[in-house]
């Protein structure tokens, strides 16, 4: 019994033992820095077309946590230095709060002397790939090539990749490591979780970068307007009706959607509810419906019809002096209800392809064309499909009405804030 008893005391005083000696060398020598070494990259000094700085959190209520804090610190001083015109913050809602971690960290950043027309926000994305994902769109819409991103130093390994991997030449300063953690053991101990979170991301392929850099149009084609401050005219069936701001690049607009329509509907009272308007910008936004109502389901043929419409509506509207602006067209989901998950999961079982990813391949063929167009001809897009779009090309479920089809007040909300971007800085030279 006495010699069991030794044991475990000496059991317990040999683990103690490595305890201490395991806790002095994390504290005391360079090990801790040399485990997390591979993940520290050198901040950089290049200027760059904005600033991108990820989310971090929001504390209740709606208040941003000390990374948050310092991340926007950080950029403030990079803004102050000249280093980009532009700070884009990042991030979605957190936990149960009302508010979006970008939002709340661009208006400490107007607190800390940003001006509110220099910054940018997207308030959709919960993680490191969905910040690159929703980003995306504003950055095309801001033709940046270049961003400087600002995060912490554990996180900008992968951060940095994320972005790079959609093409766009990257500089770096991070938030300093002793900024972001208590001490060497708190360091190893987000290290450990950062280095499985790349792990991750590389097994998805998210850290690859692209072949070539994107190609982004550049000396866009300006046509003459008929007057100055003229309106933009919205034209679309019953998504473009719910989009109702006010103003859009410092113009009114004017909303002509009507709900059902299909293009060549549209088509047919551009000039009455359109043109008439005298409009300085036409947003054409509605095919949908060609899709829904296409004769025998022959989506390929629906998809040319709607095309020559489109081409017809282009044509008019450039002649009559209007900036065209297309809108891809949103992707749509299942149904919100137990029979609607039912049948898709059943199709699946079936290997049944389901009539929402019918709609959405569509719809992705007709957006596509869409680019290729604007590229063309020296238009402007709006991505709304990239926009209101999960990772997985479907709709995302806060954007979604229980139809799955139509859109949310938070759809119309990103819309808004994408489009009023997008736009102001297309027209920034118009009087």
């Known amino acids: 019994m006495f ?70 610190l950080k950029a403030a001083d990079l803004w102050r230095q000249g280093r980009a015109p532009y700070v884009f913050f990042t991030g979605g809602p957190s936990g149960d709060l009302p508010c979006a971690v970008a939002d709340v960290m661009a208006d400490l950043a107007t607190r800390a002397g940003i001006p509110r027309e220099r910054i940018l926000t997207e308030g959709t994305s919960g993680s490191t790939r969905e910040n690159a994902f929703y980003a995306a769109p504003v950055l095309e819409a801001l033709e940046a090539r270049s961003l400087l991103l600002v995060t912490d130093r554990l996180h900008m390994f992968r951060a940095s990749r994320v972005f790079g991997a959609l093409g766009y030449h990257v500089e770096r300063v991070s938030v300093p490591v002793y900024a972001t953690n208590r001490g060497n053991l708190d360091m190893l101990t987000g290290a450990a979780r950062e280095s499985l979170a790349v792990a991750y991301y590389w097994l998805r392929g998210e850290l690859r970068q692209a072949s070539r850099l994107r190609t982004l149009p550049t000396g866009k084609a300006r046509r003459a307007r008929s007057e100055d401050r003229a309106p933009v005219v919205v034209l679309g069936a019953s998504y473009a009706r719910g989009w109702r701001p006010e103003a859009i690049a410092g113009r009114p607009v004017l909303n002509r959607g009507v709900d059902g329509q299909q293009t060549f509907e549209l088509a047919a009272r551009l000039d009455a509810d359109v043109l008439s308007q005298h409009p300085g910008v036409v947003v054409l936004w509605g095919v949908i419906n060609d899709f829904f109502r296409a004769p025998n389901r022959d989506l390929p043929a629906a998809s040319e019809r709607a095309k020559v419409h489109y081409r017809d509506m282009i044509d008019r509207a450039s002649a009559a002096g209007a900036e065209v602006v297309l809108a891809t067209e949103v992707t749509i989901r299942a149904p919100e209800s137990w029979t609607g998950r039912v049948a898709t999961v059943a199709g699946r079982m079936l290997g049944r392809t389901s009539y929402q990813d019918t709609i959405n391949a569509a719809v992705r063929e007709f957006n596509a064309w869409v680019r290729d167009t604007a590229a063309a001809e020296g238009l402007t897009v709006l991505d709304l499909e990239r926009v209101t779009a999960a990772p997985d090309g479907t709709r995302r479920r806060r954007f979604a009405e229980a139809d799955g089809s139509h859109l949310t007040e938070a759809a119309y909300a990103a819309v808004t804030r994408y489009a009023g971007t997008a736009l102001d800085r297309r027209f920034a030279d118009r009087p």
């Open 3 to 72: 010699t069991r008893r030794s044991s475990v005391l000496q059991g317990v005083l040999l683990g103690i033992a490595l305890t201490l000696v395991g806790q002095w060398a994390i504290d005391r020598t360079p090990f801790a820095d040399w485990l997390v070494s591979p993940l520290l990259l050198p901040d950089t000094n290049g200027r760059s077309d904005v600033i991108v700085v990820a989310g971090a959190g929001v504390l209740g209520p709606c208040e941003p946590n000390l990374s948050a804090v310092r991340r926007v």
